[in-house]
């Protein structure tokens, strides 16, 4: 039977972090095997998709970003644990987020190095059974990097670019149990959110929609390409209603993980949902193609409503499935 207060999870993920932070790169594949399952499934965004088993993450993911960002320091914003309310996966996930920074020494992915400081910006949530970690959501926002070294992918955005901080309140390390009244209430206020956004012709105006569960003065801490909004007003303006005239046939939301612990609380999906673009999200056309958005969510509550959304959606993926791979491009012009 899992603590209540989800205690000995938070302290595998924790002594993971410590081991693999402190590694040498020789020893990154035995530091996964001893905290991860054999069969560890492991999902990133692209181009690394799906990878299983800890020796190969070992090597396609974390010794090539060691060696790119050397001196790397993990930053963390946020970590918390809950159980997954969706039923069909459950279990006792662990999140965290906030930055990986080092100094960007070798390329990466392709991406040109600096030689200077470089935050990749993350969020992972981990599945632990039996004092194993048997699944991992990691999400980068690999276009941030991109642009912190010159590279700006995408058209201009319509909000801003910058490193993102943690949470205003400066109280997203859950280390501590947290009263599981905090947690429902949390739960509560993402899904009452989640409700809304499913309907997008509701009939409510946009702002009035999300004035039902947002703080007027809410920040949306969105993805490089994206950008990030400050109050109602500006985040309606600056992505929520482009986005939701940009596509059409969107599907309903397909959550693998949904949790909360006091006042934090977020999901992924993998996908979260398709749509079909009509024209105009990040300035591109229409192409009458379906794409998916894997994304993570995690949320800040205030007293009823939400007051900061940190989000990660795998751009790279979503414009590769309409035709344009965005560090492949990036290369070719590198070396033309």
């Known amino acids: 039977m899992t603590d209540v207060d989800f205690q000995t999870e938070k302290q595998v993920v924790r002594d993971y972090y410590n081991a693999l932070d402190t590694a040498k790169e020789a020893d990154l594949a035995a530091v996964m095997t001893r905290f991860c399952a054999p069969d560890l499934l492991w999902r990133g965004f692209h181009p690394f998709n799906e990878i299983h088993g800890p020796d190969a993450v070992a ?4 010794l090539p ?4 960002l050397t001196r790397m320091q993990r930053r963390l914003d946020i970590f918390f644990a809950g ?12 999140s965290s987020s906030g930055h990986l920074m080092g100094l960007f020494d070798v390329p990466w992915l392709g991406i040109p190095h600096t030689r200077r400081m470089a ?11 039996g004092g194993k970690i048997t699944e991992t959501a990691m999400y980068f926002d690999i276009p941030h990097l991109m642009m912190q070294a010159g590279w700006n992918p995408f058209p201009p955005q319509t909000a801003a670019h910058l490193v993102q901080p943690g949470p205003m309140t400066h109280d997203g390390l859950l280390y501590d149990p947290q009263a599981p009244e905090a947690g429902r209430e949390t739960l509560r206020v993402i899904e009452a959110m989640i409700s809304d956004l499913g309907q997008w012709q509701g009939g409510l105006p946009l702002e009035e929609e999300l004035a039902r569960t947002w703080h007027d003065d809410m920040i949306w801490w969105g993805p490089a390409g994206i950008g990030a909004s400050y109050t109602i007003e500006r985040y309606a303006k600056q992505h ?10 969107r599907t309903k939301t397909r959550h693998l993980c949904r949790m909360a612990e006091g006042h934090y609380g977020g999901f992924f999906g993998w996908p979260n949902f398709t749509a079909e673009p009509t024209g105009g999200f990040m300035g591109m056309p229409a192409t009458g193609k379906a794409g998916e958005f894997r994304v993570i969510d995690l949320y800040r509550r205030a007293g009823d409503k939400l007051a900061e959304n940190w989000i990660y959606i795998d751009l790279l993926h979503f414009w590769k ?15 033309a």
């Open 59 to 62: 090597e396609q993911f974390w």
């Open 65 to 68: 970003l060691r060696r790119s």
């Open 83 to 94: 159980q997954n309310t969706i039923a069909d996966t459950g279990g006792v996930w662990v």
């Open 119 to 129: 935050f990749l910006r993350y969020c992972a949530f981990h599945r632990v059974d």
């Open 240 to 249: 929520s209603a482009p986005f939701r005239a940009g596509f059409a046939n």
């Open 321 to 335: 499935m309409q035709g344009v791979d965005v560090l492949a491009r990036m290369r070719d012009e590198i070396h």
